[in-house]
């Protein structure tokens, strides 16, 4: 079963910077972050097919976070650089255990990953 522990989220100035976090426990096919703002839906920002290191990125954080893995320390991390205010949201780490084929399955969609951790808080203030 993986289990899934984030960390990193703060305040943080329009224009700084963040690294998340997310300490996991067993194998997973995809790794991911989503966020939700409030009254908003949760969104993927980006992803990992772990198989061979493929990743995805929402458009809208595309040149500013970078997602990466370290396996030897079973820690997925994603730096956050050029924070906008429009990226205040709880941050959720997500992981596949189900069997993916191919790296179609660690996009972005939700239902892509069946497990989660409990989320960070991220604020960017203007």
């Known amino acids: 079963q993986v289990q899934l522990v984030e960390s990193g989220g703060g305040s943080v100035q329009a224009g700084g910077s963040l690294r998340l976090s997310c300490a996991y426990t067993g194998y997973s096919y995809c790794m991911g972050w989503f966020r939700q703002a409030p009254g908003k839906e949760r969104e993927g920002v980006a992803s990992v097919y772990t198989v061979v290191g493929s990743t995805y990125y929402a458009y809208s954080v595309k040149g500013r976070f970078t997602i990466s893995q370290d396996n030897a320390k079973n820690t997925l991390y994603l730096q956050m650089n050029s924070l906008k205010p429009e990226d205040t949201a709880m941050y959720y780490c997500?992981?596949?255990?189900?069997?993916?084929?191919?790296?179609?399955?660690?996009?972005?969609?939700?239902?892509?990953?069946?497990?989660w951790g409990q989320g960070t808080q991220v604020t960017v203030s203007s």
């Open positions: 997500a992981a596949r255990r189900l069997y993916a084929w191919d790296s179609n399955q660690c996009n972005l969609q939700l239902a892509n990953f069946d497990s």
